[in-house]
């Protein structure tokens, strides 16, 4: 085999074909690709004022996630550590521990069948809406259903009526964490969050008064009231969860959908399936493809606080350090067709090499919700699929966009109707 380490000199004219990447794809994903195949697992975003260093592949990702994961630090400075302020996301060390202790029996997988029958129930609930024949986006409605499961899983709220006065400040949250202009002016005033993200504030700061007042409920919510923490660290727990929770799910449900859009006899194939019993390898690999694909959260985000030493390359302290989870999953030394769509890869117990799949990260700080995660998309999915055909409209339009989550811009317009039973 080759040297999966090897470093390759980059060509004279990268700067151009980077580009050009961007140009073609209108999106940082194009340059990302082509630095990745022409420079190797190591290399660094030229850009002044913002010059992250980027590393992947099963190497890189171990030594990030698992051997030297000491040596960073997740708190970082830009604008998800201003809005999450203390989240269990991004706080180091034992503060950090603290928090994911508390936070962690809620998505135990001991506690995941008590969730089941009302994720299914929310996936219906969204769904019994859709006129006969109608076009939906399945961005949107995926974030609905996301939305009621994740508030009512962990704090036990249903925001259903609450949902229209709700969504603009959630998708401001959104767009305040997602990649824009404060890359190259972080001091950038953004006047236009203010209220909206004051109003998501004063949501979660009542939900708290309310419990702290009422009942208490086997929920998160409860473990993070009974921990005596302030309501303002309460409020930053609750806001990286809510966040965390649902804006991947979305992104995730949303891309399945693109996927089988986009291979008939792929959808064809699993609606007979899930509509035959209670599991469906086929969709299990379906998803796991999916998040291959276009992992949720494509990169991971790290501040060096040690000199690194990686067998690429050496990365100094005080940079910054992004490991890219979508430029590992699709690198052809690690994945045969690695842009193509094969569910079967993923059938039949086939196991990817360590650190090549990495949707939820790993080692340590992995994924707190990667169980409940797939559980979600499992259960939404086969009652959607089981319930409703899908056809695809203006699907040519569709590309990544590099949000908080990578997402299907500008939508997933499809066609839906009952099936018959
Ligand atoms: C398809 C669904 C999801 C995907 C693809 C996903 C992906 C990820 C990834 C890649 C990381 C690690 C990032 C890094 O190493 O920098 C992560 C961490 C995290 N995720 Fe998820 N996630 C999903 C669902 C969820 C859900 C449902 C929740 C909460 C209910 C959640 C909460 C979190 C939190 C709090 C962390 C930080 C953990 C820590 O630092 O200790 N995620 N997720």
């Known amino acids: 085999m080759a040297n999966l380490h090897m470093q390759k000199k980059?060509?004279?004219d990268l700067g151009l074909r980077v580009l050009r990447a961007w140009l073609q794809s209108g999106s940082p994903l194009g340059p990302l690709q082509v630095m990745g195949d022409e420079v190797g697992y190591f290399f660094q975003i030229p850009l002044p004022s913002f010059n992250p260093y980027v590393v992947f592949g099963p190497s890189a990702n171990r030594a990030v996630l698992v051997t030297q994961r000491q040596k960073l630090l997740w708190r970082n400075t830009d604008p998800v550590t201003d809005l999450l302020r203390r989240g269990v996301l991004v706080?180091?060390?034992d503060e950090h521990d603290r928090y994911r202790q508390l936070m962690e029996p809620a998505l135990h997988p001991a506690k995941l069948p008590a969730y089941a029958a009302m994720m299914v129930a929310q996936?219906?609930?969204v769904s019994d809406r859709w006129q006969e024949g109608e076009a939906v986006d399945l961005l949107v409605e995926s974030r609905k259903i996301a939305l009621l499961i994740i508030f009512q899983a962990l704090f036990s709220e249903d925001i259903g009526p609450d949902l229209p006065q709700l969504w603009q400040p959630i998708l401001k949250a959104?767009?305040?964490?997602?990649?824009?202009?404060?890359?190259l002016w972080r001091q950038m005033p953004r006047p236009s969050f203010t209220i909206p993200l004051r109003q998501l504030d004063a949501y979660l700061?009542?939900?708290?008064a309310q419990r702290r007042a009422g009942e208490p409920r086997p929920d998160m919510l409860q473990a993070l009231i009974e921990a005596d923490l302030s309501d303002g660290v309460i409020r930053d727990q609750m806001l990286t969860m809510l966040i965390a929770g649902h804006d991947t799910s979305t992104a995730l449900l949303a891309w399945v959908f693109v996927l089988l859009g986009r291979h008939p006899a792929v959808l064809e194939e699993l609606q007979a399936e899930v509509t035959q019993g209670d599991k469906s390898p086929l969709l299990d690999a379906?998803?796991?493809?999916?998040?291959?694909?276009?992992?949720?959260?494509?990169?991971?985000?790290r501040r060096v606080a040690e000199p690194l030493e990686l067998e690429e390359g050496s990365v100094p302290a005080g940079a910054r350090l992004f490991y890219s989870i979508y430029l590992t999953q699709r690198d052809p030394r690690l994945w045969e067709a690695a842009h193509e769509f094969r569910p079967q890869r993923f059938l039949g117990g086939r196991q990817s090499p360590p650190f090549a799949f990495v949707p939820f990260g790993g080692g340590p700080r992995a994924c707190i919700g990667a169980a409940f995660g797939q559980l979600e998309a499992r259960l939404v999915l086969t009652y959607l699929l089981r319930h409703f055909t899908f056809e695809p409209l203006q699907f040519e339009r569709i590309h990544p966009h590099m949000g908080a989550t990578l997402e299907p811009r500008p939508g997933?317009?499809?066609r839906v109707r009952r099936r018959a039973r």
């Open 10 to 12: 980059p060509p004279a």
């Open 91 to 93: 706080v180091d060390g």
């Open 123 to 125: 996936a219906k609930r």
């Open 174 to 183: 959104i767009a305040y964490i997602s990649p824009g202009a404060w890359i």
């Open 205 to 208: 700061y009542n939900l708290i």
């Open 286 to 301: 379906v998803i796991k493809e999916a998040l291959r694909l276009y992992p949720p959260i494509h990169i991971g985000n």
């Open 412 to 414: 997933v317009w499809m």
